[in-house]
């Protein structure tokens, strides 16, 4: 049961977007990177690669392969990776060495009428945080005419009458992650912010890093990854009070 929960939430918490033409190129965002314990994910077309981080300073590559079809994005759920290829949510459990190996498919699910198959979304506990991103360019399948670049705020506590909270309206929404009472949300071109959710009807904002251009924002145990197009930022945020930069890394 526990497995299987697990998976529910998870189909819940991610999205990705589908591509008819393999000459397509997305022309905005998608997930790219996940954490689980000490190990990294990342994610490009058809090629999955894990990184060992225990040393944030020497970030060490231990695996890289081709898996049989194109990943869109990817997200992490205890200690289960998930991959989504357009269609359907594969689960790949982690062996000793951090390696991900394939173990489960699940359908994707939505439930918010703004929502398309290239939306991301973050869950914890009864709450689900849905960034609408711009998907307004040539030749997308996921355009919509209003709500772009918005946080949505559920309570799924009945996961099939889900409750609106509130909106959050941003520039560039491309990644959203929840750890506890913080929320954590690239706006692209305006870096990354960092919310307190204590009332998920009123998001207040705590923290904005607008520097440099943002993608990824990925969270394990007290410690922040933001991706960018050209680096890598890490902060340690395990003192709210006293967040952190702690690396950077070029790409």
């Known amino acids: 049961m526990k497995y299987i929960s697990l998976f529910i939430f998870c189909a819940l918490a991610f999205y990705s977007c589908s591509y008819p033409e393999d000459n397509l190129e997305p022309k905005t965002t998608y997930k790219q990177t996940a954490t689980i314990g000490d190990f990294m994910y990342q994610v490009?077309?058809?090629?999955?690669?894990?990184?060992?981080?225990?040393?944030?300073n020497n970030i060490k590559m231990v695996d890289e392969r081709r898996l049989s079809?194109?990943?869109?994005?990817?997200?992490?759920?205890?200690?289960?990776?998930?991959?989504?290829?357009g269609i359907s949510l594969i689960s790949f459990k982690i062996?000793?060495?951090?390696?991900?190996?394939?173990?489960?498919?699940?359908p994707q699910m939505t439930f918010s009428p703004d929502q398309t198959v290239c939306d991301l979304m973050a869950v914890d506990n009864n709450l689900a945080f849905v960034a609408l991103i711009n998907h307004n360019a040539p030749n997308q399948i996921c355009t919509r005419s209003m709500n772009d670049n918005t946080i949505q705020v559920y309570n799924i506590a009945t996961l099939s009458n889900p409750t609106l909270l509130s909106s959050l309206v941003l520039t560039d929404v491309k990644d959203v992650a929840v750890d506890g009472v913080l929320l954590f949300v690239s706006d692209g071109t305006n870096g990354f912010k960092i919310y307190?959710?204590?009332?998920?009807?009123?998001?207040?904002?705590?923290?904005?890093?607008?520097?440099?251009?943002?993608?990824?924002?990925?969270?394990?145990?007290?410690?922040?990854?933001?991706?960018?197009?050209?680096?890598?930022?890490?902060?340690?945020?395990s003192d709210i009070s006293d967040i952190r930069e702690i690396s950077r890394i070029e790409l």
Do not use: H, K
Not at 71 to 80: K, M, N, P, Y
């Open 196 to 237: 307190n959710l204590s009332d998920p009807s009123n998001l207040v904002e705590l923290y904005s890093f607008d520097d440099f251009n943002t993608q990824d924002v990925v969270i394990n145990d007290g410690m922040l990854i933001v991706a960018g197009s050209t680096e890598l930022r890490q902060y340690d945020y």
């Open 44 to 56: 490009e077309a058809d090629l999955l690669s894990t990184f060992d981080i225990t040393d944030p």
């Open 95 to 106: 062996n000793t060495a951090g390696v991900p190996v394939q173990d489960n498919v699940v």
């Open 69 to 85: 079809f194109r990943i869109e994005s990817l997200t992490s759920f205890g200690d289960v990776l998930f991959i989504g290829s």
